[in-house]
């Protein structure tokens, strides 16, 4: 997995890139990370101040919590339908 860099630092990188003084390639070569990295940190910054479409870091986290809430509705659903299901059962005649 790759080695995780932190925030200050890309936040560095990609605000080297945008000054434009240097080509992509020279500014990951100075930062000693690939051009890739460099090219990954661009798009989402670019995504993060709305200059491309795109999930933010805080819509991930929206959508990544309410997927959680949506999956624990749906237990709580299922437990009720059985219950509810084997209440039913339980009343029938003859029982």
Same mark, same amino acid.
């Given at each position: 997995m /790759? =080695?995780?860099?932190?925030? @200050?630092? $890309?936040d560095d990188g990609v605000a080297v890139t945008r000054k434009g003084r240097a080509p992509l390639k020279q500014v990951a070569k100075d930062f000693g990370i690939?051009? @890739?990295s460099l090219t990954n940190w661009m798009k989402a910054a670019d995504v993060e101040d709305g200059r491309r479409p795109g999930l933010t870091d805080a819509d991930r986290a929206e959508l990544r919590? /309410?997927? =959680? &809430?949506? &999956? *624990? +509705?749906?237990?709580?659903n299922e437990? *009720? $339908? $059985? /219950?509810? /299901?084997? &209440?039913?059962?339980?009343? +029938?005649? @003859? =029982?």
């Open positions: /790759a =080695k995780a860099y932190p925030k @200050g630092f $890309r690939s051009e @890739g919590e /309410a997927k =959680k &809430r949506i &999956r *624990l +509705l749906e237990q709580e437990v *009720l $339908r $059985r /219950a509810a /299901a084997d &209440r039913a059962h339980a009343n +029938l005649p @003859g =029982k």
